[in-house]
Every structure is written in structure tokens, then in C-alpha cells.
């Protein structure tokens, strides 16, 4: 291990590392259509009340709509939706249309259809952290499905292997 200074490009080597699962944060747009990001910045903070947190980037597309919502909905993915968290990387106006994407109902929000679980979340507060909001939300409905998760480790989608 090497002990030098932070720049950019080592804080987010560093955190390449970090091998996650991959989420996809809805939320609505004001035209009521579905606005989708992927994201791995979310976390599980509290059981009693059951609250999640989302860590959205200010120059994000959806940071305004959560803002303005205070509603987003995560779902965890399952390894063969990887299509779809390529699909939500990408910003907007590179986007195919979302017509692909099985959308299904959760509470007030619509999340992705065959999840590993996904979650209706409403927000209770926010904190400004550098070029990021935490985004504090009670979890008001829950579904959980089946499969096995995929992962995002040195900047690749991945699968899960069990030992
Ligand atoms: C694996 C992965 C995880 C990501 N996690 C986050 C995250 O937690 N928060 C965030 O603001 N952006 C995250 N991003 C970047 C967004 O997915 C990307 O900027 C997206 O285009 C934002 O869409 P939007 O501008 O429509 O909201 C992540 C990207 C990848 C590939």
C-alpha cells in the first residue's frame, strides 16, 4: 500500500476498491414520467423507524427532482440487469427511450420490476456534503424478490461468488 496524497483520480481509485451492489434511485419527473439514476451511494441507517439514505450528486438530473419530490424510490438489482444499470449511467440525452425498462408500482413510486428489493422511501432530511446531498428517508413500503446481486467493483459490473 501506498501512502500519498489525495487528488481526485486516488480518492476514486481508493474507492474502486469498494466493491458494492448497484441500486437504481427513481423519481418523479414533473410530467409524472418514471426519472431513473443508477447509483451504489446508498445506504441502510436506521431499523426503528426504518430509514435508507441516498447520496446524490448536485449536477445529477434526478438531485432536483428528490429535492422538489422529497420522494425516490431504490431498487437493488439483480445480476442479469445489467442493461439496466448501463442504461441509467448514462446521462439523459444518451439514453434509448426507457419503453425497455418493466416498471412496476411500490407504494407511491415505480421501481424496477424483478429487483432484489426495492424500497418506497420518503425523505425526512437533507444534508449537504461537498458536491453531494444525503438524502435521509423513511422507508414506507418494501418489496423483496429473488436472484443474486450484482456488483460494481474497479469500475466494472460484476457477479457475486459465494466461497
Ligand atoms: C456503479 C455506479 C454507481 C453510481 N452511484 C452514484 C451515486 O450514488 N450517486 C450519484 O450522484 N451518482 C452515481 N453514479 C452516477 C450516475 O449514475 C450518473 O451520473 C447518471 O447519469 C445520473 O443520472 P441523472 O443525471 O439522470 O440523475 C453512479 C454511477 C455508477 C456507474
Known amino acids: 500500500m501506498t501512502a500519498e496524497t489525495v487528488t481526485p483520480e486516488r480518492f476514486r481509485q481508493a474507492w474502486s476498491n469498494f466493491g458494492t451492489g ?3 434511485v427513481t423519481t418523479a419527473e414533473p410530467d409524472g414520467k418514471v426519472h431513473g439514476m443508477t447509483a451504489n451511494g446508498v445506504v441502510s441507517v436506521s431499523l426503528t423507524p ?3 439514505l441516498a447520496c446524490i ?6 438531485f432536483p427532482l428528490i429535492k422538489a419530490n422529497r420522494r425516490f424510490a431504490i431498487s437493488i438489482l439483480n445480476e442479469e440487469q445489467t442493461a439496466i444499470a448501463e442504461h441509467y449511467t448514462k446521462p439523459p440525452e444518451q439514453r ?4 425497455a425498462i418493466p416498471f412496476v408500482e411500490l407504494g407511491e413510486s415505480r421501481v424496477i420490476g424483478g429487483a432484489l428489493a426495492a424500497m418506497d422511501c420518503r425523505v425526512v432530511s437533507e444534508h449537504e456534503a461537498g458536491d453531494h446531498t444525503l438524502f435521509v428517508a423513511e422507508v414506507e413500503c418494501v418489496s423483496i424478490g429473488e436472484g443474486k446481486p450484482m456488483m460494481w467493483f474497479q469500475g466494472r459490473f460484476g457477479h457475486f461468488s459465494a466461497d
Open 57 to 62: 450528486g448536485h449536477n445529477r438530473n434526478s
Open 96 to 99: 434509448s427511450s426507457d419503453s
Open 50 to 52: 426504518p430509514l435508507a
Open 22 to 24: 448497484v441500486t437504481v
